[in-house]
């Protein structure tokens, strides 16, 4: 049994949903074990859900057509796949009007909803998932009708029957207890052998069946629930890239896919930048070691890149992967006073901690002259003042004698299970950056020796990349020395 997810490039619309289900039909021929699926909603809608909730909110009436232009998209959609071959036309339009009139009873539940949301003039993180929800609701039954046009059996699964979750709305914890259990009861039913079913993506319901919604990548960690809880063979997530890269291909043109990926390495890459998966997303699935695939709809038959516990790769480089987070920026707090000084450091990570900043890299002299953290742009503001006011009494003894602020860096990180223990790896890397005339601002490494990350100038994003694509994985490159 396997679980194929696909996102919304895959399925955002007739065309995409006809090649996703050719790959599904010739897999029904292949696999003895069967397979599930998830889909995410078509490309855009949910962000064009989360405006229409907001304007309606804003007591804007625009929200009306903004609803309306989601229902045309359906319609065309409908129009466009429901003229299957060996249908008369009784039968094509008794289907199409079936299809549309469901369709049209979801599209008049989201006009209630924002019509509520518009009289009140307000939209609660509670009310904003229901309205998100629409997405995969309205999308997984589409494409579930059409599977059962072209006579591959199907049923639409609603996950929220399903997947159970706390009440906080906009990320819902998942109870995975009673979720495991919802599941394999649902899943143990004869009636749906042969079956293939039809999964909404993305969202779940709490104990009273309130709509709740996992976050960003919700799909995906839709996708390792219901593996995990199903005991699946593997998860596949299907998107519109051949796997995971080295680097950036829009930077790097020659980066290469990555045949197979530590689940180790996959986190990295994910949290530095790389568009893998969410470290979240992939839990249930490493908790029960099953394999993550990615693959390419539009181009099915590339192998694509496993990522598993304990990959069997052949790779030369110790280095497997390049990533960056763009638009970051860079705090240092600077003073004599802070040698030897305890607790600053808790005083420091506490201010950001309240100023909701998240810190992605840490950098501190061993002379601790200096501590810098290193934050996204956006949470400079909040988290300028939080430190200002929290190291108050430090700033006025000149214990600290500045918080300099350094904007429009880069963070960048080289990852690979190989870097561990291996002498010349920083070497080759501060080596190619220096060749390549890139200023290094500051420097990390975590004690698992699996990545070393640097931060860098904005305007120097490309020539790292590609320098330090050069130094590891050009054809001519020499490898460190284990």
């Known amino acids: 049994m396997k679980i194929l997810k696909f996102g919304g490039t895959s399925v955002k619309d007739a065309g995409h949903i006809r090649s996703m289900v050719d790959i599904l039909a010739r897999l029904r021929t292949q696999e003895s074990g069967g397979f599930h699926v998830v889909c995410s909603a078509m490309k855009g809608i949910t962000d064009q859900l989360i405006t229409i909730a907001r304007t309606a909110e804003a007591g804007d009436q625009s929200y009306k057509a903004q609803i309306e232009a989601i229902g045309k998209r359906q319609q065309e959609a409908v129009a466009d796949l429901f003229a299957p071959e060996g249908l008369d036309d009784r039968d094509n339009q008794r289907l199409t009007s079936e299809v549309l009139a469901a369709l049209a009873r979801k599209m008049n539940e989201l006009r209630d909803i924002c019509h509520g949301v518009f009289l009140v003039r307000e939209c609660s993180l509670r009310s904003l998932d229901l309205v998100m929800s629409f997405g995969e609701r309205l999308n997984n039954y589409l494409v579930a009708r059409y599977l059962d046009s ?145 693959k390419n709809t539009m181009n099915p038959i590339v192998r694509g890149t496993r990522i598993s516990r304990n990959p069997s790769t052949t790779r030369q480089s110790r280095v ?101 223990g291996t002498p010349g790896v920083s070497g080759k890397l501060f080596s190619s950056l220096g060749q390549a005339g890139v200023n290094v601002v500051a420097i990390a490494q975590g004690s698992s020796e699996m990545n070393i990350s640097l931060v860098i100038h904005s305007k120097d994003h490309s020539n790292a990349l590609q320098a330090i694509h050069r130094g590891f994985f050009a054809p001519d490159a020499q490898d460190v020395t284990p």
């Open 320 to 420: 497997t992967g390049i990533a960056s987070i763009p638009k970051v920026t860079m705090i240092n707090l600077v003073g004599g006073g802070l040698i030897g000084s305890k607790g600053i450091a808790g005083k420091i990570f506490g201010a950001l901690g309240r100023s909701d900043a998240n810190i992605i890299m840490i950098s501190q002299a061993s002379s601790e002259h200096s501590i810098c953290v290193v934050i996204r742009e956006e949470e400079l503001t909040g988290a300028k003042k939080a430190l200002q006011s929290e190291l108050a009494h430090e700033l006025r003894v000149k214990q600290i004698q500045n918080i300099e602020i350094t904007p429009n860096l880069e963070v960048v990180s080289i990852i690979g299970g190989g870097m561990r």
């Open 150 to 294: 072209l006579g591959i059996p199907s049923v639409y699964v609603d996950a929220r029957a399903l997947v159970i979750t706390d009440d906080s709305h906009g990320r819902g914890v998942v109870q995975f207890e009673r979720t495991n259990t919802r599941i394999r009861d649902y899943f143990s039913n004869q009636v749906l052998e042969g079956m293939i079913a039809v999964i909404t993506g993305f969202i779940g319901s709490t104990e009273k069946g309130i709509t709740t919604t996992l976050g960003r990548n919700g799909s995906d960690y839709t996708a390792s629930i219901f593996g995990a809880a199903l005991g699946c063979s593997d998860i596949e997530i299907w998107t519109d890239v051949d796997g995971v890269l080295e680097a950036d291909p829009r930077v790097v043109p020659g980066a290469q896919v990555i045949d197979d990926l530590s689940i180790e390495e996959a986190m990295e890459m994910s949290y530095f930048g790389a568009e893998v998966l969410h470290p979240s997303t992939m839990l249930p699935a490493v908790e029960t070691n099953i394999p993550i695939w990615i």
